[in-house]
């Protein structure tokens, strides 16, 4: 079983940057990637980043990309989430997860697991 710790959050101004991290514990190398989600208030929970374990291979969300960079460093288990020209909709409690094993690519809530407790995001107009 993995355990996952993120932290990071904060409220900061439209255009500031802020970087997540994702410590995990445990089982650590059962998993294959691991990935980024959000929810905003009112809304559902959804894909952000992934990340690849042994490669640096990624993918985001639309809404996302060229803005975030997701990356690891797997010697401090660690999955980091950095958020450049945050905007007020990017507003969101942000979730680290595992991926399942051969659902590479997926943004689909299901094909994550062990998920962490999240750290609020707010991000002021």
């Known amino acids: 079983q993995v355990q996952l710790q993120a932290s990071g959050g904060g409220l900061v101004q439209a255009g500031d940057s802020l970087r997540l991290s994702c410590a995990e514990s445990?089982?650590?190398?059962?998993?294959?990637?691991m990935g980024w989600f959000r929810q905003a208030p009112g809304k559902e929970r959804e894909f952000v980043a992934a990340?690849?374990?042994?490669?640096?291979?990624?993918y985001y969300a639309d809404s996302v990309k060229g803005r975030f960079t997701i990356s690891r460093d797997n010697t401090k288990n660690t999955v980091y989430l950095q958020m450049d020209s945050l905007k007020p909709e990017d507003t969101a409690v942000y979730y680290c997860?595992?991926?399942?094993?051969?659902?590479?690519?997926?943004?689909?809530?299901?094909?994550?697991?062990?998920w962490g407790q999240g750290t609020l995001v707010t991000v002021s107009s």
């Open positions: 445990g089982r650590i190398f059962s998993s294959s990637h």
């Open positions: 990340v690849r374990r042994m490669s640096s291979s990624t």
């Open positions: 997860a595992v991926g399942r094993a051969g659902n590479w690519g997926s943004k689909r809530e299901v094909d994550f697991g062990s």
